[in-house]
């Protein structure tokens, strides 16, 4: 039997495993990417395990997420990031230079590489062929000291695409068509590779925008052959060197097959507030808008901005319409100021931000209370924004700037005839942002910064046989990690002060959480099927960890969630029959007993002590991640205490 792209590349990284699907593989990784949301936790983490100099081929740290500096903090953090980097080997990019994933298909990614992030979208770098996961900041730290990532060997799919878009129609709406036949839950445990005829009519900015959202269908990651047009992308950035061909046997075999044909889509739309609520954009023609955003790591390429541009041109956005702009990286930024593009995009009314997260991550530009807001990202989660009952709606940059103009609603394909967008023969390379480490022989000498806004980590308590807790909390199906732990310009400053990001945890779902948790001392948490999906902030495990969760029963979890829950020490269980769920209710006294030997044989026994029923538990954790749980986490596991 062949083998696809991705098995190709996991078997040439294997430590340790077989490549059978569900079983546990251990992967050598060959870059790591972070961001600083994410980031001064994994640096925390990374300096406790007290190496000198990271072990990767290649190591970067992005500052994207926390650029709105209303106080010290994020400031403080970027100097912090800034300092471990020279010291430890790890390459820096600048506040202002782009957005992690922009930046780091545009310069750094290579194909058939692995590459690890910090950062649940990591999988963009699957657009020129590397094997790129999200991870959580603990099993980053992990790699960049040389140690293996572990994860569940996946399934494989492949999604076969023939024909070609039509003009009007883009990559964003293959993403949207996806989610909308997979859901948010159909990708869970599989990897998703792009194939067809279909495929080389798409540019590698475009792939890369279909490979960021497989992280919306819950996707280990999503890959793309690596062909002459991966070549060619490679050349135009004056790295032609990276390139190797990459593709699938012709006998590999795929766990599942979706046929799309390109040129039958329509522009489509997601609706609040799920990505998977895709309806086509002709059907909800005539609805108003508020507010249009067109950036994010899914669509912030200079293709997708000099579209923007050329469909502004010589015209005026609606006058009840907000319009910003986020291009995705200084070498987007500068190529559209020196072909004057910028400038027809200045000249509609839009407002320019930097090339940052921004808006995406509720950094600023929060829509007006119940507004309607048309954005290009990938997440339009409830709260998400940073206006509670804003109504986020996720579309193509050219839904996008029909809505900018028109002010509702509108197909875009009415907008008249697409201008011709050409790939650049080759992209303006300065990467003067990018700060790279001092040399070993004086980095003894560099001095790390640490601001008052630096908390210790939080104490992990090793898991005993038995657990008697109350049950904190019982949530619903999906619950993202932005309900467990919201983000947001005035919550993000304090992603390295878990005592203080704890006030903010399940804010959403219920305010009383951090304080019932807290005096609890030990609680339980019962949630409904892809727990933990979303985001792959390890602070979503951290926090609840600090306000004394030992346990996250569930029907299902998301992959990224599992292993951070792991990693601080909270066992994460699930109910055999998923029914049970209905019958146990927050409130209830819980008991399990041995919990060890449960470990051993997959299932634990709860009793409801108020209910007096019982209930199976499964869990199915390695050898190693119960040497982790009973250490108490990964950490004082990597440490030997
Ligand atoms: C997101 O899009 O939710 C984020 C912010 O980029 C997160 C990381 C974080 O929470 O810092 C992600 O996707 O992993
Ligand atoms: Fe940044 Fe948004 Fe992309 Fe997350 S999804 S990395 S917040 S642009």
Redesign the pocket.
């Known amino acids: 039997m062949g083998y696809t792209i991705a098995q190709k590349i996991i078997k040439n990284h294997l430590i340790s495993g077989d490549m059978t699907v569900g079983s546990e593989i251990a992967l050598k990784i060959d870059q790591t990417l972070t961001?600083d949301?994410?980031g001064t936790m994994a640096y925390l983490e990374f300096e406790t395990m007290g190496l000198k100099r990271v072990k990767t081929e290649k190591s970067v740290a992005y500052i994207d997420?926390n650029t709105l500096q209303s106080g010290f903090e994020n400031a403080d953090d970027h100097r912090y990031i800034q300092s471990v980097c020279e010291k430890h080997g790890i390459y820096f990019s600048r506040p202002g230079n782009g957005i992690c994933h922009q930046v780091h298909l545009e310069r750094f990614g290579k194909p058939g590489k692995t590459l690890i992030g910090?950062?649940?979208?990591t999988p963009t770098g699957g657009g020129i062929g590397m094997l790129a996961m999200?991870a959580g900041g603990l099993d980053v730290a992990v790699a960049m000291g040389g140690g293996a990532y572990y994860i569940t060997m996946p399934k494989m799919y492949k999604v076969n695409l023939t024909g070609k878009l039509n003009p009007f129609v883009s990559a964003k709406d293959v993403s949207l068509e996806i989610l909308r036949i997979l859901s948010v839950k159909g990708g869970v445990g599989a990897i998703i590779e792009w194939g067809g005829e279909g495929v080389k009519t798409l540019s590698v900015p475009e792939r890369a925008t279909i490979t960021n959202m497989g992280?919306e269908l819950g996707a280990t990651t999503s890959i793309f052959p690596s062909d002459e047009t991966t070549r060619e992308f490679l050349k135009a950035q004056g790295r032609e060197e990276d390139y190797i061909p990459l593709e699938s046997d012709p006998d590999a075999e795929y766990d599942k097959v979706i046929d799309i044909n390109l040129s039958e889509l329509a522009p489509l739309i997601a609706c609040p507030h799920s990505p998977d609520n895709v309806v086509t954009v002709e059907s909800l023609k005539g609805t108003k808008v508020d507010q249009v955003c067109i950036g994010s790591c899914t669509n912030s390429s200079l293709m997708d901005m000099l579209k923007v541009a050329a469909l502004l041109k010589g015209k005026t956005i609606k006058n009840s319409v907000s319009l910003s702009i986020s291009p995705g990286s200084k070498q987007v930024l500068s190529m559209l100021a020196d072909c004057g593009a910028l400038t027809d995009i200045i000249a509609s009314g839009a407002r320019l931000l930097e090339c940052a997260?921004g808006p995406?991550?509720g950094m600023g530009f929060s829509p007006n209370s119940a507004g309607v807001s048309l954005r290009t990202f990938?997440?339009n989660f409830e709260g998400?924004s940073g206006t509670a009952d804003g109504q986020v709606y996720l579309v193509s940059p050219e839904v996008a700037v029909a809505a900018a103009l028109t002010g509702e609603i509108t197909d875009p394909r009415l907008l008249g005839t697409m201008p011709e967008i050409k790939m650049p023969e080759s992209f303006k390379i300065d990467d003067s942002a990018v700060i790279p480490p001092a040399p070993e022989s004086i980095a003894d000498s560099v001095e790390i910064l640490r601001g008052p806004n630096i908390k210790p980590f939080p104490e992990a308590k090793p898991q005993q046989d038995t657990l008697s807790a109350e049950l904190v909390l019982k949530v619903g199906d999906n619950i993202t990690?932005?309900h467990i732990m919201p983000?947001g310009a005035k919550i993000l400053p304090y992603?390295s002060n878990i005592p203080h990001l704890s006030q903010f945890c399940f804010g959403v779902c219920d305010k009383t959480f951090p304080e019932r948790a807290k005096a609890l001392g030990e609680s339980i948490i019962v949630g409904g099927s892809n727990y933990g999906q979303?985001?792959?902030?390890e602070?979503a495990a951290l926090v609840p960890m600090y306000l004394g969760v030992r346990a996250v029963i569930t029907k299902s979890f998301a992959r990224i969630h599992i292993a951070n829950l792991i990693n601080a020490g909270i066992m994460p269980l699930t109910f055999k029959n998923p029914d049970d769920y209905d019958r146990i209710n927050q409130g209830d006294k819980l008991t399990m007993k041995n919990i060890y030997s449960g470990m051993d044989s997959g299932e634990i026994i709860l009793e409801d002590e108020t209910s007096g029923e019982n209930f199976t538990l499964v869990c199915s954790f390695t050898e190693r991640q119960k040497d982790i749980l009973k250490a108490g986490s990964l950490l004082l596991y990597t440490k030997g205490e």
């Open positions: 961001q949301a994410t997420h910090s950062d649940s979208h999200g992280t997260c995406c991550i990938n997440r998400r990690t932005d983000a992603r979303g985001s792959s902030r602070h």
